[in-house]
């Protein structure tokens, strides 16, 4: 089986040792997946909604790259770190996946790595 690993070039990929996307097969894994800059702090202090559009394009991105597209998903996490932007998270989320309608998951956690990002997601795909 080919394994295809993506790198979007992201502040921690290297440092940690990680990989934007892992594509094995007929499935695609995007890792957890925020707005962060070249510096780790988000493009978008603040706004929740802009977070999470920015972080879903990084998302698809990576997904092209691999040879997936967003209606491959089949299961979608998003993180927020307060639970006043739900509406605004999930509003995006359901923009882009209205018609494609994965599994999807709204957890509230405590924080993330840098106190200006609020929101992180994550995807699964699958082709066929």
Not at 8 to 21: D, F, H, K
Not at 37 to 48: C, R, V
Not at 69 to 75: I, M, S
Request: include cysteine; charge should be negative.
């Amino acid at each position: 089986m080919t394994r295809i690993v993506v790198s979007s070039g992201g502040p921690y990929e290297e440092r940690i040792g990680y990989s934007r996307a892992v594509a094995v097969a007929d499935s695609c894994h995007v890792s957890g997946t925020t707005d962060a800059g070249p510096d780790g702090e988000s493009l978008h202090p603040g706004d929740a909604g802009a977070q999470a559009r920015t972080a879903w394009a990084i998302v698809a991105a990576a997904l092209r790259a691999a040879g997936f597209e967003l209606e491959d998903v089949v299961r979608t996490r998003m993180y927020i770190t307060d639970p006043a932007d739900a509406d605004a998270v999930t509003a995006v989320h359901g923009e882009l996946f209205r018609d494609i309608r994965p599994a999807a998951t709204l957890i509230v956690v405590s924080r993330l790595i840098r106190d200006s990002l609020l929101v992180e997601v994550e995807a699964d795909a699958r082709r066929g």
